[in-house]
T-cell receptor, first 114, second 115 residues
Framework: EAQVTQNPRYLITVTGKKLTVTCSQNMNHEYMSWYRQDPGLGLRQIYYSMNVEVTDKGDVPEGYKVSRKEKRNFPLILESPSPNQTSLYFC?????????????FGEGSRLTVL | AQSVTQLDSQVPVFEEAPVELRCNYSSSVSVYLFWYVQYPNQGLQLLLKYLSGSTLVKGINGFEAEFNKSQTSFHLRKPSVHISDTAEYFCAVSAYSGSARQLTFGSGTQLTVLP
């Protein structure tokens, strides 16, 4: 089954404790992206990757890191989480990054930073 | 930078009634337009998209949307809604930012279908 898998789905952590949210897709997609969803703000892009070893900042990259060492994986790293990073996070992938195709989303990771 | 406005944050409607969810965007230059749906505790799924051609686009689950270039709008419609259509709906616009396309989402409209 074609899917985007995120882990963990739910996480409660404390300020400053490094964490990684993993994302994996099995569709051989070139493009992958991370979004955060906050009430009233919709989805805002954190980082995206057009292909392996190519990543770029989205609209709200501060406090986040990403890497794309393999085509299928695109982890999101919070080096020193803060309470304002409490949010619902989505990973998404697309066949290409040309803006024409469907984005396939994971089921989301709800993060709470105390 | 592109902006996407979904004019209604919440739309309650009775079952079997028609519904329109409104979406306006800021730039009409070479845009691609999308509607996504998010059911509770799930990720987003594509409902429909407009890239070119006919301005009336049909999607899944009986939804359709019309691209209006002069009014920079892409409103979503369904002639008769079901309880199962209760979800949050997001309009998204792909437009150039520099040399690459960027996808910008609206803030979402919560559609609640009442029995």
């Amino acid at each position: 089954e074609a899917q985007v898998t995120q882990n963990p789905r739910y996480l409660i952590t404390v300020t400053g404790k490094k964490l990684t949210v993993t994302c994996s897709q099995n569709m051989n997609h070139e493009y992958m992206s991370w979004y955060r969803q906050d009430p009233g703000l919709g989805l805002r892009q954190i980082y995206y990757s057009m292909n392996v070893e190519v990543t770029d900042k989205g609209d709200v990259p501060e406090g986040y890191k990403v890497s794309r060492k393999e085509k299928r994986n695109f982890p999101l790293i919070l080096e020193s989480p803060s309470p304002n990073q409490t949010s619902l996070y989505f990973c998404a992938s697309a066949r290409r990054g040309d803006g024409t195709g469907e984005l396939f989303f994971g089921e989301g990771s709800r993060l709470t930073v105390l | 930078a592109q902006s996407v406005t979904q004019l209604d944050s919440q739309v309650p409607v009775f079952e079997e009634a028609p519904v329109e969810l409104r979406c306006n965007y800021s730039s009409s230059v070479s845009v691609y337009l999308f509607w996504y749906v998010q059911y509770p505790n799930q990720g987003l799924q594509l409902l429909l998209k407009y890239l070119s051609g006919s301005t009336l686009v049909k999607g899944i689950n009986g939804f359709e949307a019309e691209f209006n270039k002069s009014q920079t709008s892409f409103h979503l419609r369904k002639p008769s809604v079901h309880i199962s259509d209760t979800a949050e709906y997001f309009c998204a616009v792909s437009a150039y930012s520099g040399s690459a396309r960027q996808l910008t989402f609206g803030s979402g409209t919560q559609l609640t279908v009442l029995p």
